[in-house]
């Protein structure tokens, strides 16, 4: 038996809630000149990018008033939401800050070697010579939280006016055009009750709006689904669990695997792998990505990714060492197809993870996400500069189509779909397209929605059980994410509370940070239904924690919706 997410989706109206006109009286408001929103690598390039076009430029700065450029984050700071490999390709870097040395970036240096490996449980196959994807010579290995710390210094040195622990909850729409957004109240009670501390949130107004959310942009969404900007394939996801490793000995290559502890075949549609790369001397990150569309309940990354520790190839990287960090998040994988059809809507760009600007066969992302960051910038100061009026921002969307975004994503358009055939085939077909420039076989291979996926109960997995050394349980993973959102704030996570116990089991393995749990008694309950076994299409109530959630952004790609919580609450993560 088996149940599709997409059948129990909870009630959002994302039209009603998410966007609207301003509110605040006329002289309430915040104006400001440009508002972005998210300090993600692609937030914190526009507002550098538009600060250094600005500097120019005294009168047309001045013309923007007294906050020509204010960047929304929903974090403790920029940075204490961000996570990834991150491998980065340094062009888009350099291009941002021309004048500052390479060896000053907040980076741990480029790697000379790869390693590419095949697993079985006990095996480690060499894939030589290194299939291009995974070719890595000249990218810096960094930590994304701490470049977008740093990146975020360099814009406030310029001027950017950073609102920190502030959420974009609602998108500001007048007479057909985005005026800006509206920051999310603080200081509600877990029934939406005003506290002693209640703080409304703010209209804030602005000339142009960029949105630079990353993965399962809270606004793009509303944005795409209120102008219609979407594709007709639609995005797919992938989640990756990361973890930051002090280790007594440097690793000398920047390591990738594919195959165990994932399951290969059609059935169970596990489709990933894992990195592993040095930071430095003494640390190494250590992380599992898997795409959302796989099919077995019993399935979590979070636990494969503990079972991967014990491999004989991985094992003797951390002996001795001591896990220091872990962080989840999902990531675009839908590729070319999947993009939002058009980048923008009258006064707003959509830039970075939010449009899918992510090139899933080589997992890389941050330099799309600064150069977007940037185009955004120019146009919008190219139309500020004609006359003040961003309502046409066509000329972003050009600049991206004359980028490597599009010439790298466009390459591998139709790379990450065959794999729903299977690891094999799907890996051969992806192989051709590679050697042929992704001209073989052509074509548009079409996207599907991860939700639609039929879900079954498989054999119960039997993942480590956590020592506390090298494997870990899901609580200890989120105390180590510095999550500090309050036990009595408002459930931001929005998902059917009553569904079939395949679904609600799904759901609970899935969940990084253990807010999902079917109580035991509704476990008994199915055992009996089913003669001993689960029966999977009992309806159970699943309990929910949602202080514990980390905003991977998972329980969007699988039926649920997560919303911005209270600013400032989440993670806040050091070296993911
Ligand atoms: C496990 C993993 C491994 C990866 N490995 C690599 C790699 O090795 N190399 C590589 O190049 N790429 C990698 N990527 C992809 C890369 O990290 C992303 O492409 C990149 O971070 C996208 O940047 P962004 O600015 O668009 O979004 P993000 O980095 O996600 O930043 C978005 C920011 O916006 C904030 N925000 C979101 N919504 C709101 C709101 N409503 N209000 C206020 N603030 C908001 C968030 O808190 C966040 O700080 C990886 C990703 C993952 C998850
Ligand atoms: S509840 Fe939060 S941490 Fe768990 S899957 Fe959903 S977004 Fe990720």
New binding site residues.
């Given amino acids: 038996m088996t149940t599709a997410p997409v059948e129990y989706l909870p009630p959002v109206d994302s039209a009603r809630e998410f966007v609207g006109p301003p509110v605040d009286p006329e002289d309430e408001r915040i104006e400001v000149g440009v508002a972005i ?8 390039a526009c507002a550098i990018r538009l600060s250094q076009l600005l500097a120019e430029d005294e009168a047309l700065a001045e013309s923007l008033g007294e906050v020509p450029i204010a960047l ?4 403790k700071v ?12 340094p062009s888009a870097l350099r291009r941002l800050l021309p004048d500052v040395s390479e060896s000053d970036w907040p980076t741990y240096g480029t790697v000379e070697n790869d390693r590419v490996y095949a697993l079985t449980r006990r095996r480690a196959i060499p894939l030589r010579p290194t299939p291009p994807p995974f070719r890595n010579h000249g ?1 810096h290995v960094t930590s ?1 939280a701490q470049l ?1 710390r740093w990146l975020s210094e360099r814009a406030e040195e310029a001027g950017v006016y950073i609102l920190g622990e ?4 609602k998108l500001l729409v007048d007479d057909g055009r985005v005026v800006g ?1 509206r920051s999310g109240d603080k200081g509600r009670g877990r029934d939406g009750e005003e506290l002693s501390n209640f703080e409304p949130g703010a209209d804030v107004i602005a000339r142009a709006t960029v949105l ?4 399962q ?3 793009t969404g509303a944005a795409i689904r209120h102008f219609g900007l979407g594709s007709e394939d639609p995005q797919q996801w ?5 973890e930051v490793w002090e280790v007594e000995r440097p690793l000398d290559a920047v390591i990738h695997t594919l195959g165990w502890p994932l399951r290969l075949g059609p059935r169970y549609r596990e489709f990933g792998g894992s ?1 592993i ?1 040095p930071m430095g001397a003494d640390r190494i990150t250590l ?1 599992l ?1 898997a795409g959302l569309d796989y099919r077995d309940a019993t399935f979590s990354v979070h636990d494969a990714l503990q079972e991967l520790k014990g491999h004989p190839l991985v094992a003797p990287l951390i002996e001795g060492g001591k896990r220091v960090a872990w962080g ?5 994988s839908g590729g070319f197809w999947a993009q939002p059809r058009q980048l923008w809507a009258p006064g707003m760009a959509i ?4 449009a899918g ?2 090139n899933v066969p ?8 600064l150069f ?2 940037m185009f955004a910038a120019e146009a919008i100061y190219e139309r500020l500069r004609a006359g003040g009026d961003c309502r046409d921002l066509s000329n972003y969307a050009a600049k991206v189509a004359a980028s490597e975004i599009r010439t790298d994503t466009y390459r591998s358009r139709n790379m990450r779909q065959p794999f729903t055939k299977g690891f094999f085939v799907g890996g051969a077909i992806a192989n051709m397209m590679e050697l042929s420039g992704g001209r073989f076989p052509g074509g548009r291979w079409a996207t599907h929605d991860d939700a639609t996926v039929d879900v079954f109960l498989g054999d119960e997995r039997d993942y480590p059980k956590p020592d506390g050394k090298t494997t870990f349980d899901k609580l200890s993973s989120v105390f180590l994410s510095g999550n500090a959102t309050r036990d009595d704030a408002p459930n931001h996570i929005r998902v059917q509370e009553s569904v079939p116990l395949e679904l609600a089991l799904m759901w609970q393995n899935m969940c990084p940070a253990a807010v999902y749990e079917v109580p035991e008694e509704e476990l008994e309950a199915a055992r009996r239904d089913g003669n001993g076994q689960l029966d999977g299409k009992r309806e159970v109530r699943l309990q929910i924690t949602p202080s514990n959630c980390v ?1 991977c952004g998972a329980i969007t790609a699988k039926g649920g919706r997560l919303t ?1 919580p209270e ?1 400032g609450d ?1 993670p806040n993560y050091q070296f993911t």
Wanted: charged share 10%; hydrophobic share 40%.
């Fill in positions: 929103v998210g300090g993600g690598p692609a937030g914190l929304v984050e929903k974090g920029p940075g204490s939401h961000l996570l990834s490999g991150a491998m980065m390709k990218n994304l977008g502030t959420a974009a909850a957004v630079a959310e990353g993965t942009g809270h606004l992938e989640l990756g669990v990361k990195f790369y992380g990505v989840a998040k999902t990531i675009p830039a970075g993870d939010g600007m992510v080589t997992l890389k992302g941050i330099h799309y996400a977007a960051g905003q911005p600013g989440g």
